[in-house]
């Protein structure tokens, strides 16, 4: 994806990697009958080598954090309660207070790192804080409320969360498909352990042992910090000056003063309005299954609360399917992606729509899934796609704050999601629904209209 009179990524030089890029005039040269899924990828822009070790590195480290995040997520009302002895709607308050949190205070550790820590020292010293926290949790006594542990874990997120999305794209800034397929990977490894804390610690802290569980955690977390240390050099282009790759210097000005926060405003937005409805996974839909869905598979009743983990499940297999299209759509570009995701999230909620207008009691397990698997792609092509544009729009010098704001948007569209939900209990169950998807698809029509702001970007 270009902007209309500039060299498209295969014809103009490249500066991410200190290297000019060879042109796609002299590759032919060079060879007269080039491979055609090489022809087919080099004509759609994007970029054919191998994806830098650096994001590898990114990927183990999100891998392992993702492990800690969803262990403590999957924990921590439990272990208030019956670990600390809270009550269980002190303990739910404080659970809402460190979860908003959590999406708020990248926003500082974005400016702290844009301005003084630098994105590597930055999610060093997250990664640091998580585990010193986790670590705090599992050596604390029963009965004993757990309030510097929590602080210490929402410092750890606020340096951690956005600082390591940012060097994504900083050590893979292509405007064609690589920025997409880099953060793609990177959702992928964080679902990774998704997808093994919730059995692993739930397993190590039954009977209400969660010491276990937490220290494990915190072993993850200084295993990312490991691998963060260990390529530390590997990670050199996330805090390197960032120049305006293969433009003069007169042009290259002119970019950096252009109104770049039009764009970055409008992926915001379009992420708030996609979040108000992808939220519902985590409590609407929790209740369909719960209360309207024939839950019996072979002779046994599933537990609602399996449909939590189902997301994360279907990303790991969903995300091989959509690499592969991606060699036969190497023309695609971020906002037809997006324009596909939104629709497919709107998709699932018209789904269910539908399942809770025929009202049948309870309904098939299969209206539920089949929500579910167009949820879960549609999250593989909106949450890389509108991370990497933020990157990609993002001035040099403010990477980490600028994308920190995507977490923010995600907060606040969480809250809406909240208020839309609390809809269920009083409204039928097909009109919450059916706003759901009317909020996707209202965010799916801003792109449309605003897709020449989104490419000349």
């Not at 480290?61 to 269980?88: D, I, K, N, P, R």
Request: aromatic share 8%; hydrophobic share 50%; with cysteine.
């Amino acid at each position: 994806m270009h902007s209309p009179g500039m060299l498209g990524s295969a014809e103009r030089p490249s500066c991410a990697a200190g290297t000019v890029a060879v042109s796609s005039v002299d590759r032919r040269r060079r060879w007269p009958r080039p491979p055609r899924r090489w022809r087919r990828v080099s004509e759609g822009g994007a970029h054919s080598a191998a994806q830098p070790i650096g994001l590898y590195i990114l990927c183990i480290a999100e891998g392992c954090a993702g492990f800690a995040f969803y262990t403590l997520g999957a924990l921590l009302v439990l272990y208030l309660t019956e670990g600390a002895g809270l009550s269980e709607g002190t303990a739910l308050r404080w659970v809402g207070l460190y979860n908003g949190l959590c999406y708020v205070v990248p926003l500082v550790g974005g400016l702290l790192a844009d301005r003084w820590l630098g994105l590597r020292v930055a999610s060093q010293l997250g990664a640091l804080l998580f585990a010193a926290g986790l670590a705090l949790l599992s050596a604390t006594r029963d009965g004993h409320a757990p309030a510097f542990a929590l602080a210490l874990l929402v410092a750890g997120m606020a340096l951690f969360r956005s600082n390591i999305a940012a060097m994504v794209g900083r050590i893979c800034p292509g405007r064609g498909g690589s920025g997409e397929r880099a953060y793609r990977l990177f959702y992928v490894a964080f679902n990774i352990g998704a997808v093994l804390a919730p059995p692993i610690a739930g397993a190590l802290a039954r009977g209400g042992h969660f010491r276990g569980s937490f220290a494990l955690a915190s072993f993850a977390m200084l295993l990312a910090l490991f691998t963060l240390l260990l390529g530390h050099r590997s990670l050199a282009n996330a805090d390197a000056p960032q120049p305006e790759c293969g433009l003069s210097d007169e042009t290259a000005t002119g970019r950096r003063r252009s109104p770049r926060w039009i764009p970055i405003a409008l992926v915001l937005q379009v992420s708030l309005l996609w979040t108000i409805a992808f939220a519902q996974t985590d409590g609407t839909l929790l209740l369909w299954a719960r209360d309207h869905t024939d839950r019996f598979l072979l002779g046994r009743q599933l537990p609602a609360s399996i449909f939590a983990s189902v997301p994360a499940l279907l990303v790991l297999i969903l995300s091989p399917l959509l690499v592969l299209a991606d060699r036969y759509t190497g023309t695609a570009t971020s906002v037809g992606k997006l324009l596909v995701g939104l629709g497919l999230t709107a998709g699932g909620f018209a789904l269910l729509a539908i399942a809770a207008y025929v009202n049948v009691h309870p309904s098939s397990m299969l209206w539920l899934i089949g929500c579910l698997v167009l949820l879960t792609l549609g999250e593989l092509l909106v949450a890389p796609s509108t991370q990497a544009m933020i990157s990609r729009f993002a001035p040099p010098h403010r990477a980490a704050s600028t994308l920190s704001l995507w977490y923010a948007a995600v907060a606040i569209g969480s809250w809406a999601a909240g208020q839309l939900g609390a809809l269920w209990e009083r409204a039928p169950k097909a009109t919450v629904f059916i706003l759901a998807a009317l909020s996707t698809l209202f965010a799916l029509l801003l792109v449309i209209v605003q897709r020449d702001t989104l490419r000349d970007g």
